[in-house]
């Protein structure tokens, strides 16, 4: 069985600093992973996503993330935030001939701050 | 434009009364979700279907019903059999994939905040 672990459950961090939310997964077959963020009261959004090809992907409002298959880790980045990204970020993973269903982390919240 | 509706976006429910929340989608998608949403537990999986008038239990099934009798519509009832209904319910799509595809992403609703009064 897939599972996906957001290590943090709370991030602050001064706005023009850089980020790094962490995710490791567990799975027993390659999978693909995403990155979704959520404002309050909305729904998902995604942010980037890995299928395949290069581990360092590159997704919407300056953000990236790199796939280690070593260490089976997808850890999102960016090298200076905003106030405006402050919201909650959830790591997903779909394991590859699983179907479409999608497992989710925990989520972590992260607050920009002036 | 294309995308995924959920209704209504606020729903109170009394104890004891089932209650169908809403979900259309106009973006052709075979698959469908529900998930649930609850601070600090992340988004748990409730019923998924990969195709009309076919669907299975996610990981917290228990007091939840769905239907697929069309591929757009994926109404999810709230039975008073579920013991603490009151969370975030969110519902989401993708396209199904039986090969390797570059079409995974899945798109969500606004969600619907659901509250037992």
């Known amino acids: 069985a897939q599972s996906v672990t957001q290590l943090d459950s709370q991030v602050p961090v001064f706005e023009e600093a850089p980020v790094e939310l962490r995710c490791n997964y567990s799975s027993s077959v390659s999978v693909y992973l995403f990155w979704y963020v959520q404002y309050p009261n909305q729904g998902l959004q995604l942010l980037l996503k890995?299928?395949?090809?290069?581990?360092l992907v590159k997704g919407i409002n300056g953000f990236e993330a790199e796939f280690n298959k070593s260490q089976t880790s997808f850890h999102l980045r960016k090298p200076s935030v905003h106030i405006s990204d402050t919201a909650e970020y959830f790591c997903a993973v779909i394991t590859k001939g699983g179907g479409n269903k999608l497992t989710f982390g925990t989520g972590t919240q992260l607050k920009v701050e002036l | 434009d294309g995308g995924i509706t959920q209704s209504p976006k606020y729903l109170f429910r009394k104890e004891g009364q089932n209650v169908t929340l809403s979900c259309e989608q106009n973006?052709?998608?075979?698959?469908m979700y529900w998930y649930r949403q609850d601070p600090g537990q992340g988004l748990r999986l409730i019923y998924y279907s990969q195709i009309v008038n076919d669907f299975q239990k996610g990981d917290i099934a228990e007091g939840y019903s769905v239907s697929r009798e069309k591929k757009e519509s994926f109404p999810l009832t709230v039975t008073s059999a579920q013991k603490n209904p009151t969370a975030f319910y969110l519902c989401a799509s993708s396209l199904r994939r039986d090969s390797l595809s570059m079409n995974t992403e899945a798109f969500f609703g606004q969600g619907t905040r659901l509250t037992v009064v």
């Open positions: 890995y299928l395949s090809g290069s581990t």
């Open positions: 973006l052709n998608h075979d698959a």
